[in-house]
């Protein structure tokens, strides 16, 4: 991890701690520990989502069609179950579902040398419309008990989904950090061309990318259906945004070469503390809306800023051994 | 010892000059050839990138490619380096005929490339630049998921550009924030720790101060005494004198010339560069 990084996660856990002592001086609901636990849980899904766009934004990438994932995969881990199927086989199948959507997108971005935004924004309508086409937009509920247990059982006193958008955490980390997947993955994102000439599978490692991101993304559907006990087409919608938003304001770059998944934890938990405090101060939820947005700027203007800071750094630099 | 006879070549100060493009070889002595490149085209296009061109390595030598800008060097390195597919042409690596698909597959065939933009990550640390693509793992734990082996990885890296006399105080640091002279010692010290058999180096002094051009040259020849056989382009030819022991000039897209630089002077070279002949 490099001294920016370092840094500016201090930084936004700084401003994590500050919103928290503003929002429980503006009301007292808010630093209890059910509220507290209450973020945490509502975060799980952005949490989710945001490590397997973590990845992708690392190779310079995109991934529009999360939100579309989700739902579809939830769609059909619910039939499945309710058909028959047994809970960790309705899994199984939810999360190969999302793995092989995201595969698609993969192959299209790096075998038709699509734009991942083109691609994967065209995806998310086919996806959701499938979604909806299918349930004829009507939800499926009514999961197995055993399936409702992941949303509301609880690990000691730590919800159980908070237990897995950990896990999905750690195994984020793990993959960028101590891998060879994810020293490619940042060459990818640093430079294609660099990462072929030194003999780097860019093709497979961006496939290998838009499929964890679909994993990922199956995964918080499977959070979302669990908790609501229902799975419907327009689960999801919106979620990419928000994904999108804790991962650049994680520090992981739009501009590739670096990924921080502990950012991005950082950064989904600011999101998910200032809906909660917004809501808990009786702000209407759709300036939570404006907020989010404004945030989302935000963090990009930020990003500019700093790869702005980097490059005068390097300039500078290299002037002073005299190149 | 290879004899190269070249129809319509004249002798003059003891070197042969073309006087027609095409060239023939007598293959005498041909099996301490490490790379033979015949008849190599390449298009972009409507654009002839190379016609027929054709290049010998021996072993343990240091052969300098030269020509004009656009002459086609650069795109016969990175056809042997697998970047560029050739369109025609055959490729011999110690007498047998290889395909060149891709880097990867240049590579595992004992060749490495230090390219002009020296083809560093900017955003990865030194280590990470030359053990990229070939890493060092060792299990997990008593698992068998495999993980990086960051200390190993980083101390071997360190080392050895050591011996290529750069000292860096922070190996963990991006590649960015290192000096030119630096960086090119990142990028040789990513071929030389493979001991490939064949590096190549396009342009390797470009844009370099004096004190960081003698440096690298210096490693070039570590290279060579460390038993690489080695290809280098350059429009240097002060350079070339240095560390070269036989050139080949190629213009547009042919190779034209090719013998020692012992006791040639870099005007006739120079001008076989541009006039096309001595």
Redesign the interface.
Known sequence: M?RIDRFQQLGLLTFLVIMGVLFSILSPYFMTWENLNNILVQSAVPIIVAVGMTLVIATRGIDMSIGSILAISSIFMAWTMKHGLGVAEGISLGVLSGTVMGTFNGLGIAKLGISPFIVTLGTAGIFRALALIFTEARPIYGMPLGFRILGTGQLGPVPLLIILALIVVVGGYFIIV???FG??L??V???Q?????????VNRTLIAVYALSGAAAALAGIVVTARLNTAEAIAGLGIELKAIAAVVMGGTSFF???ASVIGTLLGALIIGTLENGLTIINVPSYYQQLVIGVVFILAVMADRLLRGE?DR??KT??QE??? | MIVITVKGYLRSSGMFIPLLGKWEQRKSGMEDCVVRMEGICKYFGEKVALEHASIELHEGEVLGLVGDNGAGKSTLLKILAGVFPKDSGDIFIKGRKVRINSPRQSRSLGIEMVYQDMSLCGSLNAWENIYLGRYHTHPLRRSLLPILDKRSMARKALQSLRNLGIDLTDINGPVRNLSGGQQQAVAICRCQLFRPGVILLDEPTASMGMAEREKVLDMILDLKDQGSSIIMVTHNLQELFQVADRALVVKEGRSIWCGPLEGMEPENLAQMMFVGRA
């Open positions: 490099g101590w891998t060879r020293t490619n940042r060459a994102g640093d430079s061309e660099v990462a072929y000439r030194m003999g780097v599978p590739g070469g670096g980097r750094q390097e630099i290299k051994a005299g190149l």
